[in-house]
C-alpha cells in the first residue's frame, strides 16, 4: 500500500484515542449540574475510560489472532466513534456512563493494536511510533480546547 495513505490511516486512529476522555474535563461541572450526577458518577466519564484500557487491552490480542489488525482496529474505531456520537443525544447519567464505557472499550482494542499495526506495516521506520505519539497528544489537545467553545456554538446544550 501506499506510504502516505498509511501514515495517515496512522494518524487519523492515533488522533481519535484520546477525545472521548479529554473532550469532558472542561465540561465536567456543566455535566453534573445539569444531568444532576452527583461526584461518583460524573467521575466515571473519565475515568471509566481509562480503566478499560488495561481491561479491554486483552481483547485486542484475540481480535488480532481471529480478524486481523486492520478489522480489529476498525472495530475499535467504529466503537468509539458511536459512543462519542451518542453523547450528543443523551440525557440520562447512566447513558452517559455508557457512552463512556463503550468509548473505553474501543479505546482499550486500539491502543496495543497501533503498536503491532507500526510494527507490520513500517517495520524498517520504528520513528512512526512518534506519528503515533503526537497524534494522541493532538487529539487531547485539540478535544480538551474545543470543548467549550462548541458548548457555546451549540446553544449551550
Not at 51 to 78: H, T
Not at 132 to 138: F, G, L, N
Request: proline share 5%; hydrophobic share 55%; net charge positive.
Amino acid at each position: 500500500m501506499n506510504f502516505a495513505y498509511l501514515v495517515v490511516v496512522l494518524f487519523l486512529i492515533s488522533l481519535n484515542l484520546r477525545p472521548s476522555i479529554t473532550s469532558v474535563g472542561p465540561l465536567l461541572d456543566l455535566i453534573q449540574k445539569d444531568l444532576g450526577m452527583n461526584g461518583v458518577a460524573s467521575s466515571m466519564l473519565t475515568t471509566l475510560p481509562v480503566f478499560c484500557m488495561g481491561l479491554f487491552s486483552v481483547l485486542a490480542i484475540r481480535f488480532n489472532r481471529r480478524i486481523g489488525i486492520e478489522w480489529s482496529l476498525l472495530i475499535a474505531m467504529l466503537c468509539i466513534l458511536v459512543a462519542t456520537f451518542l453523547r450528543i443525544y443523551v440525557s440520562e447519567p447512566i447513558l452517559l456512563i455508557s457512552t463512556a464505557l463503550f468509548a473505553g472499550i474501543g479505546i482499550g482494542i486500539a491502543g496495543p493494536l497501533v503498536s503491532g499495526y507500526i510494527r507490520k506495516r513500517f517495520p524498517q521506520r520504528p520513528f512512526m511510533a512518534s506519528v503515533y505519539s503526537v497524534s494522541m497528544v493532538i487529539g487531547a489537545a485539540v478535544a480538551s480546547s474545543l470543548s467549550v467553545p462548541l458548548l457555546h456554538k451549540l446553544n449551550d446544550s
